[in-house]
């Protein structure tokens, strides 16, 4: 009888595996991206092909006239502690985009921790950290996997 069980228990759960989601309860992508926004005041505004997405957002937001993407990468959510790396800073993520937790690091220097709700293909945007050139930006973008 013991016996019965597990393996009904086992054809359940995999079965609970291979249901397809609710629409509602799609896996989410949160895409990272790290910009260093560069203050040039003797050159007109222009970025590049990966940032049209987001240009006009940048262009009336931020007072640099030049934006390179230094790094980006993607995560699925939620998160759970997940850690990645951005051209010398970390990023952890925890959580969903209804209460994703988000700490960005510089080396072992806290920079930022907070926790955010993401509307599903609305940028959010966190800036200010000094360059060399400039600034840096980080923009979180939460979007349905699409595969």
């Given at each position: 009888m013991t016996k019965r069980r597990s393996i009904g228990a086992l054809v359940l759960a995999a079965l609970v595996m291979l249901w397809p989601a609710a629409p509602g309860f799609a896996e989410n992508l949160l895409t990272m991206r790290l910009i260093e926004a560069i203050e040039k005041s003797d050159s007109e505004p222009r970025g590049i092909d990966e940032l049209d997405d987001i240009m006009e957002m940048l262009k009336r937001n931020l007072a640099a006239n030049e934006y390179r993407l230094v790094a980006s990468t993607s995560v699925?959510?939620?998160?759970?502690?997940?850690?990645?790396?951005?051209?010398?800073?970390?990023?952890?993520?925890?959580?969903?985009?209804?209460?994703?937790?988000?700490?960005?690091?510089?080396?072992?220097?806290?920079?930022?921790?907070?926790?955010?709700?993401?509307?599903?293909?609305?940028?959010?945007?966190?800036?200010?950290?000094?360059?060399?050139?400039?600034?840096?930006?980080?923009?979180?973008?939460?979007?349905?996997?699409?595969?």
């Open positions: 699925a959510l939620p998160a759970a502690d997940t850690v990645s790396r951005l051209d010398g800073y970390s990023v952890t993520c925890s959580g969903d985009r209804d209460s994703l937790t988000i700490l960005i690091r510089e080396g072992k220097r806290r920079l930022l921790r907070t926790t955010v709700v993401l509307s599903e293909g609305k940028p959010l945007v966190f800036g200010g950290f000094p360059s060399k050139l400039g600034k840096m930006i980080f923009i979180f973008l939460a979007e349905p996997d699409k595969e």
